[in-house]
């Protein structure tokens, strides 16, 4: 080939190829692959599903560890609705939020508040300043979460109505004197006055009820009973002025009237737990 002849072929060569591709109509750019609208139309799709809330129902809700159990009272009947809530450390003090139908229990391991579905899923509510072994928990009316150590040594009062500005916030904290009794949970029942009721064990035998003011933080012993069983660690509230309280060694729940000082007495027999909190919705007033 001549030297002229290299020379064309330089510049066909490309030239043809070129054309070819073009003939050929290959696609030398994919098609961009933004959809027409970049944004999706409001209203725009929940991250994940909300949570499924409780219904208000006429169960008491128990935790054992990092176990949610759904308790009939009146049978005495129970079945698991959650395993490993959290981050499946134990939980306890908890409580059932009137305003969300969600159950609220403080898990120590963590030092956080979770928030309880009812298929047992749960989220972060809050962390607390100062970790602390809480082990009482409920809700008053307006939403307040009251969580406080054994007998309510040191308490705390947690905004968790919802769409607040200071949800999730500490709102007020302080201690309380011991009443002479051991304490592990209690329970706020509309009809018997702005009080948290529980049963404490009595050192020298049996239980008694007392009762915390939300006013005057101070625990009140309303009534003694010598010789029944003590150390409840799960009390559900009745808005008719009944409580009943399950039995850690031996899962008896009894019923304790908050109205009249009747003597209390055994309505079932559940399961026993060494580390355990109840909850229930207290506007329920079937068992
Ligand atoms: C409250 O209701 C429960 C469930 O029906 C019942 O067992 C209890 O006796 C009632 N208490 C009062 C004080 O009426």
Known sequence: ??????????????????????????????????????????????PTPPPPELTCDKYGYLIQYAQLIRIDIDTGGYETVGTAIGDNSAVNAL???????LLYGYQGSTNQVIRIAADG??????????????????FDAQGYYWVATQNAATWIKIDLRPGSPAY?????????PSPGRSVADWVYVPIAGPYL????????????????????????IIANYPGIDNG???????????????????GRIWAFSLLDNTQPYIASQGPPSGSNDGARCVANVEI
Do not use: C
Not at 121 to 138: E, R
């Open 1 to 46: 080939m001549s030297p002229l002849s290299h020379f064309l072929l330089l510049i066909a060569a490309p030239l043809a190829l070129g054309r070819a591709l073009l003939d050929l109509h290959l696609p030398l750019f994919p098609e961009h692959p933004y959809p027409e609208k970049p944004y999706p139309e409001p209203p725009y799709p929940e």
């Open 95 to 101: 409580g059932y939020n009137p305003l969300d139908n």
């Open 121 to 138: 899923s749960s989220s972060i509510a809050a962390t607390l300043q100062n970790a602390a072994g809480y082990i009482l928990g409920d």
């Open 168 to 176: 999730g916030q500490a709102v007020e904290t302080g201690t309380t």
């Open 197 to 220: 009721w529980s049963v404490g064990a009595n050192p020298i035998g049996g239980a008694s009820l007392i009762r915390w003011g939300f006013a005057t933080h101070q625990w009140e």
């Open 232 to 250: 409840f660690g799960a009390l559900y509230g009745i808005n008719n002025g009944t409580i009943f309280a399950s039995n850690n060694a031996n």
